[in-house]
């Protein structure tokens, strides 16, 4: 029996939510049954060599739809030509529906629009917002059942953020973004070998993942930790992943007199260990659909604090705390964390039995992309 073939779409050369969900279902999909292929509008992919030795293709779109609606056609059209039965579509905010129109007019079999996000996810620093979310919302009032075939969405609320009311809640599935739980499991001894290969050893460390975008509010949290240092003297942050923001703050750390206090460590290879080496993570999203790095640090026994923009859908343990967008309460409760005792233990049990296992989510993914589920 031949396989199912499946499209993903787009995927980024960062450490962005959507590649890591696409990369890892491709990571633990049944390959006897099911190929992708990953299709992104970046100029290269840094593990664009290790997709390739997979037997996967990589399609680069020089343009967005947006930006030469030809162009865009053409490049795409030329990508379906290798025949999907599957256009997996992963999607934060809405632009345009020109994917989902090229797929139809090709009658590709399972056309699924995936919702990641309850705001204006992965827009660059530059996007005017108050043109981008007209935008969004004009093209959401549009969006009909007749543009795919699956609709999708992380969480409820990136369900109602993308999809509206048009598309009936009994034809939206809500797929749990769930992760290699054993993977995150807290372990004593990764902790202290990072630690110290990190040089802190005897620092409490605040950590944070994500993508220098607006959405991740770094700016905040700059703000918050600054304050904090000046009460805590052994504390340090940790910064992972990259962006357009990027040198935005680490100028602004620098300008704080913060650099030796602040740990940039771009596209880290193995983050896993990182949460072992934190003491408490961050999270002050101006929004979020589920936050997959949440179960991931909850699995490793971390104690979160969580921007109350965040869905709560991600709560797993009892260690994570919903605090609204006010710096003082942050930096209270941060000192308040610090200075309080904490018996760190494994949690990877309750994100399993929470439903957010990969193991046990990638049978629906299946289902779905044989088309059984509508």
């Not at 060599?49 to 293709?57: F, M, P, V």
């Not at 004593?188 to 220098?212: A, N, S, W, Y």
């Not at 929004?287 to 026994?301: D, H, I, K, M, N």
Request: proline share 2%; aromatic share 10%.
């Amino acid at each position: 029996m031949s396989k199912i073939r499946i499209l993903q779409f787009p995927i980024r050369n960062t450490n962005s939510g959507v590649t890591h969900y696409a990369l890892r279902n491709w990571s633990f999909i049944d390959k006897s049954h099911f190929h992708f292929d990953f299709a992104t509008l970046d100029k290269e992919l840094d593990f664009h060599a290790e997709l390739i030795a997979q037997g996967c293709k990589v399609h680069y779109i020089s343009c967005y739809a947006e930006d030469n609606i030809e162009q865009f056609t053409l490049e795409f059209n030329r990508i379906l030509d290798n025949g999907y039965d599957v256009i997996h579509l992963h999607t934060s905010y809405w632009k345009s529906f020109t994917v989902e129109k090229l797929a139809r007019a090709r009658n590709v079999p399972v056309i699924i629009v995936h919702s990641h996000n309850t705001g204006l996810g992965g827009a660059p620093a530059n996007v005017n917002q108050e043109k981008a979310m007209a935008l969004h919302n004009e093209q959401k009032a549009s969006f009909t059942t007749e543009l795919a075939t699956h609709f999708c969405a992380c969480s409820q609320l990136a369900a109602d953020w993308l999809f509206g009311p048009q598309i009936p809640r009994d034809r939206i599935r809500v797929m749990a973004n769930a992760i290699d739980v054993e993977q995150f499991a807290y372990r004593p001894d990764v902790r202290m070998k990072q630690r110290h290969e990190l040089q802190i050893t005897e620092d409490f460390i605040i950590g944070h993942v994500g993508r220098f975008e607006n959405q991740k509010n770094h700016s905040f949290l700059i703000d918050v930790f600054a304050e904090v240092n000046k009460q805590i003297p052994l504390v340090k942050l940790i910064l992972v992943s990259v962006g357009t923001l990027f040198e935005t703050i680490r100028e602004k750390v620098a300008d704080l007199g913060l650099s030796d206090k602040v740990l940039f460590l771009g596209k880290w290879p193995d983050v896993t260990r990182l949460y072992q080496a934190m003491d408490l993570f961050v999270l002050p999203s101006l929004y979020e659909g589920l936050a997959v790095v949440l179960l991931e640090a909850q699995a490793s026994g971390l104690r979160c604090l969580v921007s109350e923009t965040t869905s709560t859908e991600a709560t797993v343990t009892a260690n994570i705390k919903f605090l609204s967008l006010d710096k003082r309460l942050w930096i209270n409760r941060i000192i308040d964390i610090i200075r309080s005792t904490y018996d760190r233990c494994d949690q990877s049990v309750a994100v399993t039995t929470a439903g957010y296992s990969i193991k046990e989510q990638i049978r629906s993914l299946e289902r779905l992309y044989r088309g059984e589920d509508s």
